[in-house]
């Protein structure tokens, strides 16, 4: 189940919708029937890594924190009820374990609860045209370590907002409950973590540009 070998990334492609025997596999797992459980985690390992590691940003914890979800997913399938989606239930845990790896690593730098600044100088004064296509001028596997490395830039509150919502697919009702912000925070950090990440993207791709012209 350790996803050592595996490479992080961050996908630009929308995760798919759960199964429909994702209700029957839990209830098959919740009635004790461990290959149910299984087939559960290899769903759902690859997404999971890659969530753990976008918030720890560190392969050690990533991995330690998927183990944990799972280990604690199965130890506490009784008390899953089905109010949720298993997936997101999944989510919800993982998401407390790589935030208590982050927290432990980064005590005092790390904290969703505290409030964020809001003023203009929270945003780039001026966000330019994307320029050229990233499709023309990246082939397909460069363009995902790209959007990865540039995430990865975004300050932990809006980096975990923007891969729940955006990466993730969860609703702003569903991030707002898991990570315990009101849905107007949560719709704040999503604007200013999808600006700031478009400002990034925007200077790599016209350096690239201007450096593609000096050395013509």
């Given amino acids: 189940m ?4 595996r490479t992080p990334e961050t996908s630009v492609s929308r995760p798919g919708r759960p199964v429909d025997d994702e209700a029957a596999l839990v209830a098959a797992a919740k009635g004790g029937d461990i290959r149910a459980f299984e087939t559960l985690v290899h ?13 720890c940003q ?24 089905g109010d949720s989606r298993f997936y997101t239930w999944l989510v919800r845990i993982a998401v407390n ?6 927290r432990r690593r980064r005590p005092n730098e790390v904290s969703l609860d505290e409030s964020i600044q809001t003023q203009d100088d929270a945003l780039p004064r001026e966000i330019e045209d994307w320029g050229p296509k990233p499709d023309q001028r990246f082939e397909q596997a460069e363009l995902q370590n790209i959007l990865a490395r ?26 707002a409950r898991l990570l315990g912000l009101s849905i107007p925070a949560v719709k704040s950090r999503l604007l200013r973590a999808r600006l700031k990440l478009r400002h990034i993207l925007d200077q790599l791709f016209r350096g690239g540009a201007r450096s593609e012209l000096q050395g013509s």
């Fill in 2 to 5: 350790a996803p050592s070998d």
């Fill in 150 to 175: 540039s995430i990865a830039q975004l300050e932990p509150p809006y980096r975990i907002v923007f891969q729940l919502r955006d990466i993730e697919e969860l609703s702003t009702e569903e991030t």
């Fill in 58 to 81: 560190n392969r050690e914890d990533a991995e330690d924190a998927t183990q944990d979800a799972f280990l604690k997913s199965y130890q506490h399938l009784p008390d899953f009820q």
């Fill in 97 to 102: 374990e790589a935030l208590m790896k982050l």
């Fill in 43 to 55: 769903r759902y390992e690859g997404r999971i890594y890659r969530l753990t590691y976008n918030i």
